[in-house]
């Protein structure tokens, strides 16, 4: 097998790609704009020269396995990004099959939260392990479900939304994705500053956060608050981690993961978000499964996580057609 | 391969067991009261002498590829009853050796729900599904999950509870799992009798559940008022069939399943609970996932459902250690 992996992440912002060896060791990694150009084909050009010259300095011509890339609402079974709202063209575009073209090299695509869990059991926190599941907690709140030692796609590809699992029946939170009450929008970091500014609103007690102008406070401006004691603040935590803990505890009886392992900004609030979570998920635990599963966090390095996770995809892209065919041809003609 | 599976089906009250073909055709069977004996050893010694009966006059000696069986907190992993609840023997059962060194044949075990999934995959409504999601609705509510075409164990052989996932997450119904709020609680058929309960004692209304005695009220006495057109019993069905919905929406971004299949006396209330249940469901769901899974119910015959699970796992049975060195044995003094 080919020694390298190049995995590309695809963001709203930026797509960060790496090539990466079979330790899960970055060799060299860098970025290009993703809402740069308003055609696709234009960045996959972009992409395809950056990616090369990297490739080429890296002296691994000839020497990449696969590539993998994860992207928003991107489908492992056909390959394509289905629905990309936050991309600037055109969905569906069938990206395995434009990149595999463009480089000549095995490609295969998936979501960012099912690249965290695979990163996750390729090189971080899960290695060893066949159940478990991986929720990133960030602008919203993702998950990779790994059961048996797959990802879970589902009949669709589009499995493993636990994100959106409802968490309020009644009364609950506006959600991105048009309905009310999902866990996103409790658990994510605009959840935090959604409930810190519901807090300043309900509550009457002094809090630093009063100090900041309601509209603009973040989960760091919570976090920060929080650190230095301001009792609101702490509650908005409480609060957070209680609802997560108590999702955990339904997520459990669904497929008894051996651990559930947090990514994300939110997830590096220490005691502050786990203290909660682990008391509401031992309360809400159902008997059989108390004290089975882990909470961990994220043994990947932020920096590098994404690539990572897109990365662990390239070990298991396989040859189109097209291309089986050809590799075909190169070994009959060798012998 | 044999042509043959015995399932065996131990329920509190009875055993049943049945020779099955590999069509799904249940060739024989019969069963044996299961509390009869208090000691496993005489409980054992009487199924294996009437089983033994049955393969004989059904010409199958010799012909019996596996067994399986279905019983309550039976372990696929480690083949034993850990918790048999409802069983008269100390736990727990090593039932699978058991079984396996009294008959000399392989034996796999799984619980209740899990066989009944693998028995609609392989004799029923979901014969060539690879992702489905079963939910019996009896006394209780149990599921089988099957993702990629396998049962979902988890990592500790206990996965697939989803008659525990917390539907009311306050003030909710105390559960035969010792919390509070389980759809389990709501949408079993003891369920149904405890919102009649609920209703009549809420509610100022005429119904004609208020001429049996309230405590003795069954979900058929309320399936059989509704019939006749009483707003309260339907409205029962309505409460249920809302709150199923709304959980199997939720079910539905974990695992993304082709179809639900639903199983059990309160899956046959027809469109009393199937309208409301669809209703919430759509109402409730992902748009990324609207309109995609069914519900269907189970295509087993009731009378022989549970055998017929079971005995699918028979076909999965793997001979221990012991006989396959006795099978190695026989062929090879037969060369």
């Known amino acids: 097998m080919k020694p390298y ?40 050009d972009e992409l ?21 890339i994860g992207a928003p609402n991107a489908n492992y079974y056909t390959g394509s990004i289905e629905d990309g709202v936050n991309l600037p063209w055109p969905s569906p ?26 990163g996750e059991m390729t090189y971080g926190a899960a290695r060893g392990m066949r159940d478990f599941i991986m929720i990133t907690l960030g602008t919203g709140v993702g998950s990779g479900i790994v059961i048996n030692g797959q990802v879970v796609y589902g009949h669709d590809g589009f499995a493993g939304e636990l994100g959106h699992v409802i968490v309020k029946r009644n009364n609950g939170r506006l959600c991105g994705c048009g309905r ?24 009457t007690e002094p809090s630093l956060l009063r100090n900041l102008p309601v509209d603009q406070i973040t989960s760091k401006d919570v976090y920060d608050a929080a650190m230095q004691g301001d009792q609101l603040a702490k509650d908005v935590f409480t609060y957070t981690g209680t609802i997560l803990g108590e999702a955990l505890a339904d997520m459990m009886v669904f497929s008894s993961p051996q651990a559930f392992i947090l990514f994300g900004g939110l997830a590096k609030s220490g005691e502050l978000l786990m203290k909660p979570l682990r008391e509401a998920m031992d309360k809400n635990m159902m008997n059989v499964f108390k004290g089975k599963a882990k909470v961990l966090l994220s043994e990947l390095k932020e920096a590098d996580a994404a690539v990572l996770g897109a990365s662990a995809l390239g070990w298991e892209a396989k040859p189109s057609p097209a291309q089986a065919a050809v590799a075909a041809a190169v070994t009959s003609a060798a012998e």
């Open 48 to 68: 395809y020269t950056e990616a090369s010259r990297l490739i080429e300095i890296a002296d691994a011509v000839d020497k990449v396995h696969g590539i993998g």
């Open 93 to 118: 575009i069938p990206l395995a099959q434009l990149v595999s073209e463009k480089f000549g090299i095995p490609t295969a695509v998936t979501n960012d939260a099912n690249a965290a869990a695979l």
């Open 180 to 203: 009310t009450g999902c866990l996103e929008a409790y658990c994510s970091a605009t959840g935090v500053a959604r409930s810190a500014r519901e807090f300043l609103e309900i509550r």
């Open 5 to 44: 992996v190049l995995g590309i992440d695809i963001g709203g912002t930026n797509t960060v790609f790496g090539l990466v060896d079979t330790r899960g060791k970055v060799i060299a990694s860098s970025s290009i704009k993703t809402a740069k150009h308003s055609k696709f084909a234009d960045y996959l």
